[in-house]
């Protein structure tokens, strides 16, 4: 059971343009979602967060949208750099099952010069 | 900039031994995590441990695995007899709170390979 999931295994875009990643879950329970950037051979590194009372955050080129009747979110990078080329782990967890977070599968993220 | 250490970075074993993989958390930190990456699968939560004790666990983490904090400082998965489907990259994390309300600091993750 997927409870989080990233549809888009990989995406290409421009450096300079926008890149928009999204997460879908299906756990009505999970109130906190997280964004989660990883390098080959490193851990994933925290981006952004978003609590289910909110339904934007923005910190810098990063904004999280969410929508909860959807049960979507989604990553907004703008603009994009060669630089943010890695992987997007879109993450999940509950205040009442807090300490664990439940990770998608994951989109590679390619920004081309 | 603190950050999460983990050793070592590659370890290979045979089916059957035990395996210990280390972890020093930010000093600070309160909460600690082991999760894991089998090859091109997702992260998946193994364990969180709080206050000297395990707080939560998945499926995944059976009487096979156990978690430790011996000193002040390390944090270390145990593997009693690994098993080939064992063999993934083992990230430990710690937070300064529950991670419903904060973020997870992930170390570079141990290779473990069963052979």
């Known amino acids: 059971d997927q409870q989080v999931k990233q549809n888009s295994p990989s995406l290409s875009v421009q450096e300079g343009r926008i890149s928009i990643l999204n997460c879908d879950y299906t756990n009505s329970m999970f109130d906190y979602f997280l964004w989660y950037k990883k390098y080959p051979a490193e851990g994933p590194t925290f981006l952004i967060s978003?609590?289910?009372?909110?339904d934007k955050n923005e910190d810098g080129r990063f904004t999280v949208f969410l929508n909860k009747s959807a049960k979507h979110l989604s990553l907004h990078i703008v603009p994009s750099q060669p630089g943010d080329s890695a992987v997007y782990f879109c993450?999940?967890?509950?205040?009442?099952?807090?300490?664990?977070?439940?990770f998608g599968d994951g989109t590679t993220l390619t920004v081309k010069p | 900039e603190p950050e999460v250490t983990q050793t070592p970075s590659h370890q290979v074993t045979q089916m059957g031994q035990e395996v210990i993989l280390r972890c020093v958390p930010i000093s600070n930190h309160l909460y600690f995590y082991w999760y894991r990456q089998i090859l091109g699968q997702k992260v998946e939560f193994l364990v969180s441990f709080y206050n000297n004790e395990i707080s939560e666990k998945s499926e995944i983490f059976d009487d096979q695995f156990s978690v430790e904090r011996p000193d002040g400082s390390n944090f270390t998965l145990k593997i009693r007899s690994t098993k080939l489907e064992d063999s993934a990259m083992y990230f430990c994390?710690?937070?300064?709170?529950?991670?419903?309300?904060?973020?997870?600091?992930f170390g570079e993750g141990s290779r473990l390979t069963v052979l």
């Open positions: 994390a710690s937070s300064e709170a529950l991670a419903g309300v904060g973020e997870l600091f």
């Open positions: 978003i609590s289910s009372i909110k």
């Open positions: 993450a999940a967890t509950t205040n009442t099952n807090a300490g664990k977070s439940t």
